[in-house]
């Protein structure tokens, strides 16, 4: 153990990284799973409804799930900022930014997730369709796709902006 310590302490910014991911996975976790609970039960009755608004596009109801795709992944994604805001300021980032300063800043960035999030999956499920992708599995490959790309956003803007440990 006295080796894993050593080695944290000389790559400190390379283990907050690496714990950044696995921590992260509370909020993968809390993600897939309201994903697959509003698809599978909560917004069905939506799913042969198109819907499209801004860059929302939502209309192929037979690879993008119509309204239900759009409202799973907008929930999903919404819960699953929440719980992440928790575990990365007070267990990552260990920082003491004020939360009232740090809260609206994370709003921000969870909107514009959440807005990218929504988003995406209309087209890259249409993506993993057109590749043979099976039809029930094209929304996990969707979401993996989100969550890498809120990954590449979130971490610098939490590390450097939102939580910084001297904040």
Known sequence: ???VKKWIDAHPDLWEFIL????????TVTNFVVMWIC???????????????????????????G???????????????????????????KSNAAFGKAVPKYVVLAVVLVIISAALPA???????????PQGFAPTLANIVNIVV???ISYPAM???????NG
């Open 123 to 133: 087209y890259s499920q249409s993506f993993f369709l057109g590749l043979g992708v």
């Open 39 to 65: 698809t599978g039960f909560v917004f069905t009755s939506f799913a042969n409804q198109p819907f499209q608004f801004f860059i929302f596009n939502y209309t192929n109801v037979e690879s993008d799930l």
């Open 1 to 3: 153990m006295t080796g």
């Open 150 to 152: 809120q990954v590449v």
């Open 20 to 27: 950044f991911n696995i921590l992260s996975n509370c909020a």
């Open 159 to 165: 590390k450097f902006f939102i939580m910084p440990k």
């Open 67 to 93: 309204l239900c795709g759009f409202l799973s992944f907008l929930v999903a994604t919404a819960a699953a900022q929440t719980v992440n805001f928790f575990v990365q300021k007070n267990w990552v980032f």
